[in-house]
């Protein structure tokens, strides 16, 4: 009888193991209303999917806000003739299966006109597929990944399977080697320890990290992986810690980095840790991120852009509880980018399934100045925005260090 | 070498937390036979709790006298962590005391599943991991040996301290004291303990209350130690604790704090050693609970020996 239990307990151990991932919540962002405009024909939904709770939600809550104040600002503008606009957040929880739940959740509605999101590459590659069947334009505010737009082989042979996805942040073949040229180049590091979570967005920004620095001279002189969900490093730091780098490049996102930075720290090893745009948030630094740590992140510094002012004036009023965080102005840049399309696909008709080729078509000439810049797009469906930024902690904060762009 | 012995002390530091929690899987199986799967949201629940004790109690001023705040973080935690499992063996458990073996089983993962939602809805900023204060001696001690320097912080050696200063006091305490034979009787036969005098129901709940004060001090620990508390912990070291417990023999003391420290040197070890790194760590530990359980399902110190709870 008792071994019985037992043997039942490690079979729903392992159950649990397996669904761990489980559930999805969803939320739905009322749209604000200005009844001066015509909105007789009823209401169109934008579709956010981002990660609403877990360890990334502070970087998806600033997306779906920022998403949120866009349409807001159209309804008040009636920017869309005779519709009210409304978003529709889903949480897809930073895992791949529950985002490809959601978009189909929000597919399957007529009213959806288009998706913002994903903020994790690894999601984006679940939800382009689905939405691409119902032609459901998707513009992420965050994905950094190359192959999503210019497919697996994109040094080589670049090969769009997505016309429906759209991007508005610069990527990892031009953020990796970027982050190596300013650690081996400016910053002097020649032995460097490679941690990653194993993800797409990670391991991808980490190899082609990898790539640029050892064409500059560097040395990778350890690699190692964590699990996603690991919380004690203290195991992966002592199996780099004897090659003694001098600096540790992580590619992943900042619930593990900030505290891995802190706990090298800890066990001796007080080097920078330098990461990609998935630890560029405060809570990297309050979850042990320490003085010193780097890392790069898509565009110039928000709070720097003339463009950007009147989104953060925008943002602060609206009175959010959520920071707009790293990719706040670049979801209402693609918020934006697809209201602007959408007003000029229906321009004197009404939304119907039909209507959706024009949408797509009217992203891919659309132009326009956003809060982060210029927002225009390429063959691929990539942001020609190229600036990338790099951060460093100092005082407890991210401070802009240097903009620019990778040129070879 | 050096790396060698700084693995080995990781693994103990890690083996010393999941001992903690696997003491009251342990104990509360060898009692009613019940294995406690909310176990490892109560540690989290703990660690949530004694983080509220310093936030929300401990007035400023004393925040960095670790003598002061860390004993009253450990009593908050271990308190919250206390009531929560009374409340839970008094209303989840104990009505389905005489129902077939699954259906606890599974209420037991409804606490976990409803502890763990609750957490993060309502403690602030809790759908993220949330910053835990270090409130204790920030020291780590280097050792230069052989090829290298190995290093151990002071909140590491506490864990270790406490888990095994733990572990024998509860041994004592079962073996030696009056409501310690109560359980003994009670794991035994509860009907029969009920004839001799013993009072079966509070000698389950005072079962229940040890192992959620040890799951709340392995919170406190926990949060020191990593400096950060996150909802999703109570599940992974709840199964890690629950694989201890299984290694060494439910329902024995000795077994689960053995099987403790034995998962936290494969865990460490087998990153550093086996193909596939640190990667693969978990699949080892599962490996070998596998092994274990087809060549010695009743554990490695299961039943013939055993000192039931």
Same mark, same amino acid.
């Given at each position: 009888m008792r071994n019985q239990t037992v043997k039942a307990g490690v079979l729903v151990a392992g159950a649990l193991l397996l669904a761990a991932c489980g559930t999805n919540k969803t939320e739905s962002g009322a749209g604000g209303g200005n009844?001066?405009? /015509?909105?007789?024909k009823g209401t169109l939904v934008i579709g956010v999917i981002a990660?609403?709770?877990?360890?990334?939600s502070a970087l998806g809550l600033g997306i779906k806000n920022s998403a949120q104040l866009a349409a807001d600002q159209a309804n008040e503008k009636c920017a869309v003739k005779g519709y009210k606009l409304a978003v529709q957040t889903e949480d897809d929880q930073a895992t791949a299966q529950v985002g490809a739940q959601a978009a189909t959740r929000l597919s399957s *509605? #007529? *009213? %959806? %006109?288009g998706v913002v999101g994903t903020l994790n590459s690894s999601v984006a590659q679940s939800v382009q597929p689905i939405l691409k069947g119902k032609n459901i334009v998707q513009i992420s505010?965050?994905?950094? *990944?190359?192959?999503?737009?210019?497919? +697996? /082989?994109?040094?080589t042979a670049p090969k769009r399977d997505f016309e429906t996805y759209f991007r508005v942040c610069a990527t990892d073949d031009l953020q990796g080697p970027f982050a190596a040229k300013y650690l081996v180049?400016? #910053?002097?590091? +020649?032995s460097i320890a490679i941690i990653t979570d194993g993800k797409t967005y990670g391991e991808g920004l980490a190899a082609e990290f990898k790539k640029q620095a050892e064409k500059d001279?560097?040395?990778?002189v350890a690699s190692a992986k964590v699990g996603? +969900?690991?919380? /004690?490093f203290a195991g992966v730091i002592a199996t780099i810690k004897g090659s003694n780098p001098d600096a540790i490049y992580y590619g992943g996102e900042y619930p593990q980095a900030g505290p891995l930075s802190k706990q090298a720290k800890d066990a001796g090893l007080a080097v920078p840790v330098m990461g990609g745009?998935?630890?560029?948030?405060q809570k990297f630094i309050d979850l042990g991120g320490k003085e010193g740590d780097l890392a790069t992140s898509v565009g110039a510094p928000t709070d720097t852009l003339p463009s950007a002012k009147a989104f953060i004036d925008a943002y602060k009023a609206k009175g959010f509880k959520d920071d707009f965080s790293a990719y706040g102005a670049f979801s209402y840049d693609a918020t934006n980018a697809i209201i602007g399309s959408l007003a000029k696909a229906i321009e004197g008709g009404d939304w119907s399934d039909s209507k959706r080729a024009d949408l797509i078509k009217n992203v891919q000439s659309y132009s326009a100045q956003g809060a982060t810049g210029e927002i225009k797009f390429d063959e691929y469906g990539?942001?020609?925005?190229k600036l990338l930024t790099v951060y460093k902690v100092s005082g407890g904060k991210w401070v802009a260090d240097e903009t620019g762009t990778f040129g070879g | 070498m050096a790396t060698l012995l700084q693995q080995l002390i990781n693994g103990l530091v890690l083996g010393g937390l999941i001992a903690l929690i696997a003491l009251g899987y342990t104990m509360v199986y060898g009692i009613i036979?019940?294995?406690?799967?909310?176990h490892g949201e109560v540690f989290m629940v703990g660690g949530f709790a004694s983080l509220a004790t310093y936030s929300y109690v401990l007035p400023d001023g004393l925040k960095s006298d670790w003598w002061f705040a860390l004993p009253l973080m450990a009593i908050g935690g271990a308190l919250v962590a206390v009531i929560l499992a009374v409340i839970m063996e008094r209303f989840a458990y104990r009505p389905l005391r005489?129902?077939?073996?699954l259906a606890p089983l599974i209420t037991a993962l409804g606490v976990s599943v409803i502890l763990k939602e609750a957490v993060r809805l309502?403690?602030? =900023?809790?759908?993220a991991p949330v910053p835990f204060p270090r409130?204790?001696?920030n020291k780590t001690f280097t050792f230069e040996v052989f090829d290298g320097s190995i290093t151990i912080g002071s909140t590491a050696i506490l864990m270790i301290v406490v888990s095994i200063v733990g572990a024998i006091i509860l041994q004592t305490y079962i073996t030696r004291s009056r409501m310690g034979r109560a359980m003994r009787a009670t794991a035994q036969d509860p009907d029969t303990a009920r004839l001799m005098g013993v009072n079966p129901n509070r000698t389950i709940v005072l079962t229940f209350v040890i192992g959620a004060a040890l799951a709340g001090i392995a919170g406190v620990l926990y949060g020191i130690q990593i400096t950060n508390v996150d909802t999703e912990v109570g599940f992974l070291y709840g199964i890690f604790a629950f694989t201890a417990a299984v290694l060494g023999g439910v329902g024995s003391i000795k077994g689960a704090v053995i099987g403790g420290f034995a998962i936290g040197l494969v865990k460490t070890l087998s990153g550093q050693y086996?193909? =596939? =790194?640190t990667q693969y760590d978990l699949v080892w530990i599962f490996v070998i609970l596998i092994a274990v359980l087809v060549?010695?399902?009743? =554990?490695?110190?299961?039943?013939?020996?055993r000192v039931r709870a």
């Amino acid at each position: 009888m008792r071994n019985q239990t037992v043997k039942a307990g490690v079979l729903v151990a392992g159950a649990l193991l397996l669904a761990a991932c489980g559930t999805n919540k969803t939320e739905s962002g009322a749209g604000g209303g200005n009844q001066s405009c /015509d909105q007789s024909k009823g209401t169109l939904v934008i579709g956010v999917i981002a990660p609403q709770s877990g360890g990334l939600s502070a970087l998806g809550l600033g997306i779906k806000n920022s998403a949120q104040l866009a349409a807001d600002q159209a309804n008040e503008k009636c920017a869309v003739k005779g519709y009210k606009l409304a978003v529709q957040t889903e949480d897809d929880q930073a895992t791949a299966q529950v985002g490809a739940q959601a978009a189909t959740r929000l597919s399957s *509605n #007529a *009213n %959806v %006109v288009g998706v913002v999101g994903t903020l994790n590459s690894s999601v984006a590659q679940s939800v382009q597929p689905i939405l691409k069947g119902k032609n459901i334009v998707q513009i992420s505010p965050a994905n950094t *990944n190359p192959s999503l737009t210019r497919g +697996k /082989d994109y040094g080589t042979a670049p090969k769009r399977d997505f016309e429906t996805y759209f991007r508005v942040c610069a990527t990892d073949d031009l953020q990796g080697p970027f982050a190596a040229k300013y650690l081996v180049g400016k #910053a002097g590091k +020649k032995s460097i320890a490679i941690i990653t979570d194993g993800k797409t967005y990670g391991e991808g920004l980490a190899a082609e990290f990898k790539k640029q620095a050892e064409k500059d001279g560097a040395k990778i002189v350890a690699s190692a992986k964590v699990g996603e +969900k690991d919380t /004690d490093f203290a195991g992966v730091i002592a199996t780099i810690k004897g090659s003694n780098p001098d600096a540790i490049y992580y590619g992943g996102e900042y619930p593990q980095a900030g505290p891995l930075s802190k706990q090298a720290k800890d066990a001796g090893l007080a080097v920078p840790v330098m990461g990609g745009d998935g630890i560029y948030d405060q809570k990297f630094i309050d979850l042990g991120g320490k003085e010193g740590d780097l890392a790069t992140s898509v565009g110039a510094p928000t709070d720097t852009l003339p463009s950007a002012k009147a989104f953060i004036d925008a943002y602060k009023a609206k009175g959010f509880k959520d920071d707009f965080s790293a990719y706040g102005a670049f979801s209402y840049d693609a918020t934006n980018a697809i209201i602007g399309s959408l007003a000029k696909a229906i321009e004197g008709g009404d939304w119907s399934d039909s209507k959706r080729a024009d949408l797509i078509k009217n992203v891919q000439s659309y132009s326009a100045q956003g809060a982060t810049g210029e927002i225009k797009f390429d063959e691929y469906g990539d942001s020609t925005n190229k600036l990338l930024t790099v951060y460093k902690v100092s005082g407890g904060k991210w401070v802009a260090d240097e903009t620019g762009t990778f040129g070879g | 070498m050096a790396t060698l012995l700084q693995q080995l002390i990781n693994g103990l530091v890690l083996g010393g937390l999941i001992a903690l929690i696997a003491l009251g899987y342990t104990m509360v199986y060898g009692i009613i036979q019940l294995i406690n799967f909310a176990h490892g949201e109560v540690f989290m629940v703990g660690g949530f709790a004694s983080l509220a004790t310093y936030s929300y109690v401990l007035p400023d001023g004393l925040k960095s006298d670790w003598w002061f705040a860390l004993p009253l973080m450990a009593i908050g935690g271990a308190l919250v962590a206390v009531i929560l499992a009374v409340i839970m063996e008094r209303f989840a458990y104990r009505p389905l005391r005489n129902a077939p073996r699954l259906a606890p089983l599974i209420t037991a993962l409804g606490v976990s599943v409803i502890l763990k939602e609750a957490v993060r809805l309502w403690y602030p =900023g809790a759908t993220a991991p949330v910053p835990f204060p270090r409130v204790f001696v920030n020291k780590t001690f280097t050792f230069e040996v052989f090829d290298g320097s190995i290093t151990i912080g002071s909140t590491a050696i506490l864990m270790i301290v406490v888990s095994i200063v733990g572990a024998i006091i509860l041994q004592t305490y079962i073996t030696r004291s009056r409501m310690g034979r109560a359980m003994r009787a009670t794991a035994q036969d509860p009907d029969t303990a009920r004839l001799m005098g013993v009072n079966p129901n509070r000698t389950i709940v005072l079962t229940f209350v040890i192992g959620a004060a040890l799951a709340g001090i392995a919170g406190v620990l926990y949060g020191i130690q990593i400096t950060n508390v996150d909802t999703e912990v109570g599940f992974l070291y709840g199964i890690f604790a629950f694989t201890a417990a299984v290694l060494g023999g439910v329902g024995s003391i000795k077994g689960a704090v053995i099987g403790g420290f034995a998962i936290g040197l494969v865990k460490t070890l087998s990153g550093q050693y086996l193909p =596939g =790194g640190t990667q693969y760590d978990l699949v080892w530990i599962f490996v070998i609970l596998i092994a274990v359980l087809v060549f010695r399902p009743q =554990g490695l110190f299961g039943e013939p020996e055993r000192v039931r709870a």
